[in-house]
T-cell receptor, first 114, second 110 residues
Framework: DARVTQTPRHKVTEMGQEVTMRCQPILGHNTVFWYRQTMMQGLELLAYFRNRAPLDDSGMPKDRFSAEMPDATLATLKIQPSEPRDSAVYFC????????????FGQGTRLTVV | GQNIDQPTEMTATEGAIVQINCTYQTSGFNGLFWYQQHAGEAPTFLSYNVLDGLEEKGRFSSFLSRSKGYSYLLLKELQMKDSASYLCAVRGTGYSTLTFGKGTMLLVSP
């Protein structure tokens, strides 16, 4: 059953705490995306990796957010320190990287910062 | 940059046909995608267009006009389970990232 797996599914944390979200892309996929979804902004691209190399993180606040791919089976998104405005659903998606292939989304991490 | 517009909400009746429009302005174009997202769930892929014309897949069809920067998703024989948000997304050239519109919330009533 090929799917993108994200952990945790839900996270409630206090302002100022560090938050780490994890993603296991579909085996064999070489592109990984991190998106943030809010009611106001919809789905916003935060970071994009191809073959584990970051190609685009222009949508990510650099002062507090960081994204990495320690290996081909794990992508992480870290927020330090977290703020209430970071409350959103964070989706990871992976794809095969060719033009006509879609991105497959994980179930998301619902983050609430209080 | 990329700008994608779609209506915020639409309503329709079970059994009817509904067309959800999407217009886009992009610095590069390498395909247009439609995704469906039920409340509290992940977006799931519906269709892909890269050439002009209509792509049909069961009850769902998607149309693209690159010269007009326009696409629509056509849903036929609407069912209650089609109530969801429908997201239009454009793939740019180069990095192959997907930029999403804010989605159209479709409510299907009996």
């Amino acid at each position: 059953d090929a799917r993108v797996t994200q952990t945790p599914r839900h996270k409630v944390t206090e302002m100022g705490q560090e938050v780490t979200m994890r993603c296991q892309p579909i085996l064999g996929h070489n592109t990984v995306f991190w998106y943030r979804q809010t009611m106001m902004q919809g789905l916003e691209l935060l970071a994009y990796f191809r073959n584990r190399a970051p190609l685009d993180d222009s949508g990510m606040p650099k002062d507090r957010f960081s994204a990495e791919m320690p290996d081909a089976t794990l992508a992480t998104l870290k927020i330090q320190p977290s703020e209430p405005r970071d409350s959103a659903v964070y989706f990871c998606a992976s794809g095969a990287g060719t033009g006509n292939t879609e991105a497959f989304f994980g179930q998301g991490t619902r983050l609430t910062v209080v | 940059g990329q700008n994608i517009d779609q209506p915020t909400e639409m309503t329709a009746t079970e059994g009817a046909i509904v067309q959800i429009n999407c217009t886009y302005q992009t610095s590069g174009f390498n395909g247009l995608f439609w995704y469906q997202q039920h409340a509290g769930e992940a977006p799931t892929f519906l269709s892909y267009n890269v050439l002009d014309g209509l792509e049909e897949k069961g009850r769902f069809s998607s149309f693209l006009s690159r010269s007009k920067g326009y696409s629509y998703l056509l849903l036929k024989e609407l069912q209650m389970k089609d109530s969801a948000s429908y997201l239009c997304a454009v793939r740019g050239t180069g990095y192959s990232t997907l930029t999403f519109g804010k989605g159209t919330m479709l409510l299907v009533s009996p």
